[in-house]
């Protein structure tokens, strides 16, 4: 058997049709907030998923949003009139006589309907909309009295047309609603939160049965307006007692019947629906009789319920027919007091959409302390990260400006380059001889890189084992399982095939054109200059090259770079001397100096920018492959209070709040 509804689906209360204008009633502007209020919680709920917090749906007071406010605050024609009470104590026999023929199927035996029936008046459903009115349920056609005595694991609620149902009514006949089946309270649940008036059958059994008793104080929060018909009364015996009972019954639910009705024990008349429900006063006037006695007869037959000489026998009222009776109810007024109650619950602080965004808040702040253990502690606490092989990022470099040359200082250049490369493979060789061959600084700086990458893990885990000691739930929970061994070894063995498979060249030549192209845009003296310069050494050596080349004395390897600074300055002011030129060469002489400096801080701030890539890619995939969306959902769950939906949301319970303020209710 189905255990929960299925989510309610969205109602645009415009589009639900009425027989007739819908009044200009105090609760009429109320309709399009009730709108706007559904789609901003809907938007809410998507919004607060990382909460891991209850739905919406199963709520009561959104139940009642959906099921009642929205398809019934436009229009306010109509009375839906649910029978309901506990398990065979005539339900049934009531809502045909509400009827005026056998509609529903009774029966001597417990746990008879169920599901909900339901009888509209001709032309009804061609004017309204019955799945709107009843969005919790699977509306079928109804054409067999016995078919809602058949179980189906979907919530049906059968339904049918006829001609005798007054104009001005919808009625249903609803499940038990203290059945052994909690499905069959939850369809009980779903119908009253639907109606505008409960018939609420009551039996000298069931009056005092805690599953009854915790249905009616629902419907009393809701402020339903109550009919209450003692079935199955043996009179006029039990007159005496009827008053002892509903007020037991009133006092612990809360509820207050706008009218009182007691049926016989009669079951031939019953069956034929000719039962006579007789009105009585509730409650009873105090020190005057009713119905033929006092609250001090009352009191009196209390304390001698057997006595055969009572001369309390109250003389027999006319019969009623509560089909009549309903029908004349007072409309406007009955429709005005349900539909003010499900506002009220609706806007409450204790079980209302306050009540859900304070339970978003609390969770948030949850979130909120763990994003901010993690923010505080940090991932990555590295300080002696390896810098990059300056050749790495100087080869780049190199080729970069090799590609924005003009054609005459290129080949100067390149023939200079050639004979640099031959100059240095010599060196080399004679280095590789006496010492041997050198491991290339790319593979030591591989090596490097992941040594610390192993210490960063380290302290990662270690920070994660302290995170799990500080007493939030959500993150120890979340941890726990990140901090397995079998997981922390996979994660480490992920990383090294990741690590060992990145292409570095890739990366710096990327960062380097990204940056040389904005030194280009951004930086023109100082790109204007290095290309001035570099046309003036074109004769001698490409000075660019060794500016960049010895970048301060950063990682130099061979015999170029290990010349000083000073040496480079001269040397690109002998250039410019040995080429001829005059003003540019003032330039160079004048600002060299300056430039070379500009160069180096440039150049530091490039090894800088690579470093903190590398951190990046660390932290990247210390997210994928370990914390997964831990983060990101920390994130997202602590931000939610701010979200557009959550303010929206408290916007529109504060002018629910002034407006029931502003009209009385």
Same mark, same amino acid.
């Given at each position: 058997?189905?255990?929960?509804? @299925? ?83 005539? /339900? ?46 699977? *509306?079928?056609? #109804? ?28 009625? *249903? ?53 109550? %009919? ?10 039990? +007159?005496?007692?009827?008053?002892? !009972? ?10 207050? @019947?706008?009218?009182? =009705? ?65 029908? &004349? ?6 429709? *005005? ?7 009220? &619950? ?9 009540? =859900? ?38 080869? &780049?470099? !190199?080729? !970069? ?6 054609? #005459? ?6 023939? =200079? ?100 192209? $904005? ?53 690109? $002011? ?31 701030? %490039?090894?800088?920018?690579? /470093? ?8 990247? /995939?210390?997210? +994928? ?29 504060? &002018? ?10």
């Amino acid at each position: 058997m189905t255990d929960a509804f @299925p989510t309610a689906k969205p109602i645009d209360s415009s589009q639900i049709r009425s027989s007739s204008p819908a009044k200009a009633t105090p609760l009429s502007p109320f309709a399009a907030l009730a709108r706007q209020l559904n789609g901003a919680l809907r938007r809410l709920e998507n919004e607060s998923k990382p909460l891991k917090i209850a739905p919406l749906p199963g709520r009561d007071w959104f139940d009642i949003l959906v099921r009642k406010l929205l398809p019934q605050l436009v229009d306010d024609a109509y009375l839906i009139v649910a029978v309901v009470g506990g398990t065979n104590i005539g /339900k049934s026999v009531v809502f045909n006589h509400i009827a005026g023929f056998r509609a529903s199927s009774s029966s001597p035996l417990a746990s008879g309907t169920k599901h909900p029936v339901c009888l509209v008046p001709t032309g009804f459903v061609t004017t309204h909309d019955l799945q709107a009115l009843f969005p919790a349920f699977e *509306l079928r056609p #109804w054409s067999d009295s016995d078919e809602a005595l058949i179980s189906h694991d979907q919530h049906c609620l059968f339904w049918r047309t006829n001609a005798d149902v007054p104009p001005n009514l919808v009625i *249903l006949d609803t499940p038990d609603v203290d059945s052994d089946a909690p499905v069959n309270w939850q369809r009980a649940d779903a119908v009253r939160q639907a109606a505008d008036v409960l018939v609420a059958v009551l039996t000298q059994q069931k009056y005092n049965d805690a599953a009854v008793k915790q249905f009616f104080r629902k419907a009393a929060i809701e402020d339903k307006a109550a %009919l209450v018909v003692f079935n199955q009364v043996e009179l006029p015996d039990d +007159e005496e007692y009827w008053p002892l !009972w509903l007020q037991t019954f009133c006092g612990e639910t809360g509820l207050q @019947p706008e009218f009182v =009705y007691l049926a016989p024990n009669d079951r031939k008349s019953a069956e034929a629906i000719r039962l006579r429900f007789e009105e009585r006063k509730w409650p009873v006037p105090a020190n005057q009789k009713s119905n033929g006695f006092s609250h001090d007869a009352v009191h009196a037959a209390e304390k001698l319920p057997d006595s055969p000489d009572s001369e309390l026998d109250p003389p027999m009222s006319e019969p009623v027919q509560l089909r009549d009776a309903l029908s &004349q109810l007072r409309f406007a007024e009955i429709k *005005l007091r349900t539909l003010r109650g499900s506002l009220k &619950q609706l806007v409450s602080e204790d079980g209302g959409v306050p009540t =859900y965004l304070q339970e978003i808040w609390v969770r948030s702040q949850q979130f909120r302390d763990a994003a901010n253990i993690f923010a505080a502690r940090g991932l990555i606490r590295q300080t002696d990260w390896p810098a990059a092989p300056n050749s790495l990022i100087v080869d &780049q470099m !190199w080729n !970069w400006w090799d590609v924005h040359r003009e054609v #005459w200082t290129s080949k100067i250049h390149g023939f =200079y380059s050639h004979i640099g490369r031959w100059v240095s493979g010599g060196f080399r060789h004679v280095q590789g001889r006496i010492w041997g061959t050198p491991t290339s600084p790319l593979e030591e700086y591989r090596q490097a890189e992941w040594d610390a990458i192993v210490r960063v893990l380290q302290q990662v885990y270690d920070q994660l084992r302290v995170v799990t000691t500080l007493g939030n739930d959500l993150l120890t929970s979340r941890l726990e399982q990140l901090l397995a061994g079998t997981t922390c070894e996979s994660v480490i063995a992920q990383l090294h095939r990741e690590h060992d498979a990145f292409d570095f060249e890739a990366s710096v030549r990327a960062l380097v054109e990204t940056e040389l192209a $904005i030194l280009k845009t951004d930086h023109k003296d100082l790109f204007e200059f290095l290309r001035n310069t570099d046309r003036a050494a074109a004769v001698v050596r490409p000075a660019l090259t060794l500016l960049l080349a010895v970048g301060g004395g950063i990682g130099a390897e061979d015999l170029l770079l290990n010349a000083g600074s000073q040496w480079v300055t001269h040397v690109a $002011i002998d250039a410019t001397a040995a080429a001829g030129t005059t003003v540019a060469g003032e330039a160079v002489v004048e600002s060299a100096a300056g430039v070379l400096g500009q160069a180096k801080i440039w150049l530091l701030k %490039l090894h800088e920018k690579f /470093k903190a890539q590398r951190e990046a890619w660390l932290i990247d /995939k210390l997210k +994928e492959h370990l914390l997964g969306d831990l983060l990101a959902d920390l994130q997202r769950g602590a931000s939610v209070p701010q979200s557009p939906s959550f303010l929206e949301v408290k916007k529109l319970v504060r &002018q629910f709040e002034e407006r029931l303020a502003s009209t009385g209710l």
